[in-house]
């Protein structure tokens, strides 16, 4: 097989123009840059900062025209079928050799100009390239629409930013392959066993979230057809390098033209002994899993294998049904894993919690909801989103003082903005959701609702013993429906009866097999549904949940686009992260605020500390000590 590929690299020589994106070999292929070598070390500092779409496989020295590591017997100059010429960042022509290139100060033959270089100045950098796993794809059964339809790959430049190094800054540009829906796992696994092919996806979805506008122009490459049932997967692409050079305007410099690449000696497989360093080893719990996270727009999320289980480990222990209400009829495995990885790619989330159970008493609300609503706050904040809280106008003030005492007792580190929603008329919702009421500027892309009063078929709101609180609710719902005519805007319910907003995703469940379902079912559904045996075990869950996610590289890798040459976290970003976790010492101190405040329980009505009837200790505190240390002993390990 190796002299295979020998055989085709000196074909190469001689058929000029032959695009090897259409070769599978089983050998990697390469993208390659020379450059001048006053600007290597920068360009080397640049492939290092973003490793997934330049995995710099070798950097030779300067003038050197082969590269022992990657091929024997090869030559730069000739082993490529088309080269492209740059001068001062534009692309001047295209050539079939470099060799013209080799004398310091001599101009090819017709050329009367000196040229603004010589080869023996300039290095060249040899970077993995995606068209080294398209055949490991087509053993998994994964169809290659580029090359079942005889087209280079679709290449695009999105809008997002490299990390900059030195004379170098540019868009990432993303190779586009067209995979079936049920074959999304499959080829994130095969992709990611090859780091030296720019591993997993660096997107799934919508192409305007990377800034894609029109997937029939690509800025390199063919468009490629997708057929029913396809789903866009965007990988990290080598042409990166490209846009660099024509950012950083060097006086001369080469590269490969799209689709005509160097072929090298390694075999595209992760047993490769040349292994970036910026890239983790393969590891079965590092596999990364593929999950559906949105609709409006698509998008998709990667999250690996370890840190999947220990978060359905979490989503069980909430699971427990202390107070015996039947919660567990309501589960729906992967809701907490869908609701914490859209949260995770989320910028602006919106909170709303309270149940007004207490018809009688004042406050109405209950002990169930705020810690939640409270911590799943404190971990976002940590993490660099905003957050609001949306309440009921009767509660403002209430709810300011207490998230004000929360702060003076070091439960929160800065005051959450408080707001209300009422009714002000059919379009009130969408202007609250939205920058003066237009469905492209929503101010929010994720809304929360936990132990919230939702709304039922009859319109009216009902406590657990069916009895109309109406009067003490504002229209929160409406938010919520109207997020699903807005795009870009998620939303997960936490409940543990069936009555709370969000829960009517599970309606039917609750109306079946909960008591006096039939009446008190929410209506409003929600993305996500997370049900639990006392709500606020949910917010717990979700604040750790994302706290996992926030420490397991595939993800961290998929929300960066493969861009970034920090660890996974450093010491003092997860020692903040760590920080604001739940822990039994902020909550305790969380509900004796809210007991002082005069909230009660909520199945018992006692003024006194516990939640739905179940005393803090040992109950909460249990659950909270258990939580923590499923999520921290995960730490690290995926």
């Given amino acids: 097989m190796l ?63 082969s590269c022992p590591p990657l091929a024997q017997h090869a030559d730069i100059r000739t082993d490529i079928s088309q080269y492209c010429v740059y001068e001062d960042g534009r692309l001047v022509k295209t050539v079939s050799s470099l060799q013209t290139y080799s004398d310091a100060h001599r101009s090819p033959p017709g050329q009367q100009a000196e040229r603004p270089g ?9 970077l993995g390239c995606s068209f ?35 004379a170098f800054s540019c868009p990432l540009v993303v190779t586009m392959r067209p995979v079936p829906a049920a074959l999304l796992d499959a080829a994130v696994k095969v992709t990611h066993l090859n780091p030296l092919a720019h591993g997993a996806p660096v997107h799934i979805g919508d192409p305007a979230l990377l800034g894609i506008q029109d997937l029939s122009r690509p800025d390199y490459g063919d468009a490629v057809e997708l057929q029913p049932g396809d789903v866009t ?27 005509c690449m160097f072929l090298t000696d390694i075999p595209d497989s992760p047993t490769s002994t040349i292994t970036p360093p910026t890239e983790a080893k393969p590891h079965p719990e590092l596999t990364p899993l593929c999950f559906q996270v949105s609709q409006n727009p698509l998008l998709y999320s990667l999250v690996s294998q370890g840190t999947a ?25 992967d809701e907490l894993l869908r609701s914490c990885l859209a949260l995770s790619h989320s910028s602006s989330v919106a909170i709303t919690t309270g149940f007004p159970t207490h018809y009688m008493h004042s406050p109405p609300d209950e002990t169930d909801g705020p810690p939640g609503a409270i911590a799943m706050a404190t971990m976002l904040l940590s993490l660099g989103k905003q957050v609001t809280m949306v309440t009921d106008r009767r509660a403002l003030e209430m709810n300011r003082t207490i998230i004000d005492e929360a702060v003076r007792t070091g439960v929160l580190k800065d005051a959450i903005p408080l707001v209300t929603f009422e009714d002000g008329g059919p379009d009130a919702a969408r202007h609250f959701l939205c920058h003066h009421g237009d469905p492209n500027k929503p101010r929010f892309d994720h809304l ?59 309606k039917e469940k609750v109306q079946s097999l909960m008591p006096k379902g039939g009446l008190i079912a929410c209506e409003v559904p929600a993305d996500h549904a997370v049900t ?10 979700v604040a750790c949940g994302l706290y996992l996610l926030h420490t397991c590289p595939a993800h961290l890798r998929y929300l960066r686009k493969g861009l970034g040459l920090e660890p996974v976290t450093s010491t003092e970003q997860l020692q903040d992260w760590t920080t604001n976790l739940p822990s039994v010492e902020k909550e305790e101190s969380f509900l004796s605020t809210l007991v ?43």
Wanted: charged content about 20%; hydrophobic content about 40%; overall charge positive.
């Fill in 3 to 65: 002299s295979a590929v020998r055989a085709a690299r000196c074909a190469v020589r001689y058929l000029r123009g032959i695009r090897t994106s259409a070769m599978d070999t089983g050998y990697q292929q390469a993208n390659v840059v020379v450059l001048p070598n006053q600007l290597a070390d920068d360009f080397h500092a640049f492939c290092r900062s973003n490793p997934a779409p330049l995995p710099l496989l070798y950097r030779s020295q300067s003038g050197e025209t």
């Fill in 118 to 126: 010589s080869w023996s100045d300039m290095v060249c950098f040899y």
């Fill in 132 to 166: 080294g796993f398209e055949g490991r794809l087509k053993e998994a059964g994964v169809p290659v629409r580029n090359v079942e339809q005889g087209r280079n790959v679709s290449m695009y430049r999105t809008a997002v930013p490299c990390v900059p190094a030195g």
């Fill in 233 to 259: 997967v965007f990988w990290a692409c080598g042409v990166t390098a490209i846009e660099a050079i024509l950012s950083s305007k060097p006086p001369l410099a080469f590269s490969h033209s799209p689709g």
């Fill in 309 to 333: 289980a220990k978060i359905r480990q979490l989503e069980v222990m909430i699971g427990e049904d202390p107070g015996e209400r039947g919660i567990r009829a309501l589960f729906v495995q």
């Fill in 448 to 506: 929360v609702a936990i132990e919230r009063s939702g709304r039922a078929a009859d319109g009216n709101y009902y406590n657990m013993r069916a009895v109309n609180i109406k009067h003490l609710v504002d229209p929160v719902d409406d938010l919520f429906i109207a997020a699903k005519h807005i795009p870009g805007i998620g939303t997960t319910g936490i409940g543990d009866g069936g009555n709370e907003l969000g829960m009517g995703k599970v």
């Fill in 532 to 541: 639990a045996g006392v709500s606020n075990w949910g917010g717990y869950a």
């Fill in 596 to 638: 002082r405040f005069g909230i009660r329980s909520g199945k018992t009505g006692h003024l006194a500390m516990e939640v739905d009837g179940l005393t803090f200790h040992p109950t909460h505190s249990d659950m909270i000590t258990r939580l923590l240390e499923a999520t921290r002993g995960g730490r690290g390990t995926f």
